[in-house]
């Protein structure tokens, strides 16, 4: 069982910056584990955002890439994602999300799971 805690959302203007946090508790795989940030806007399915997995290697949703970045910090047991350049379509509410066990096939097909553990969500809201 893993728990995920998120927070750093917030309200910011066109062109913001955010930066969201998420720590986990519990037992994370050390090889072909991934974890990551999803959203989903009002009305709208949740997506897939930004993952990185256990060797560090990190995908995007081309949406936010050259925009956000996903880091984490193993000590820490604490994942991140740095939000620059922020549009109001970036509005949405934001989930930390953690494979429920290793997910050999890469972290780009993972985004595309519904599966997995799921923090309670942190808003995101960008206005023009």
């Known amino acids: 069982q893993v728990q995920l805690v998120e927070s750093g959302g917030g309200s910011v203007q066109t062109g913001g910056s955010l930066r969201l946090s998420c720590v986990a508790s519990?037992?994370?795989?050390?090889?072909?584990?991934?974890w990551g940030w999803f959203r989903q806007a009002p009305g709208k399915e949740r997506e897939g955002v930004a993952a990185i997995d256990s060797g560090g290697s990190t995908t995007y949703a081309g949406s936010v890439k050259g925009r956000f970045t996903i880091s984490k910090d193993n000590a820490k047991n604490t994942l991140y994602l740095e939000m620059n350049s922020l549009k109001p379509e970036d509005t949405a509410m934001y989930y930390c999300?953690?494979?429920?066990?290793?997910?050999?096939?890469?972290?780009?097909?993972?985004?595309?799971?519904?599966?997995?553990?799921w923090g309670q969500g942190t808003q995101v809201t960008v206005s023009s």
């Open positions: 519990g037992y994370l795989p050390s090889q072909y584990y991934c």
């Open positions: 999300a953690a494979a429920r066990g290793v997910w050999p096939s890469g972290c780009t097909s993972w985004l595309l799971s519904t599966s997995n553990y």
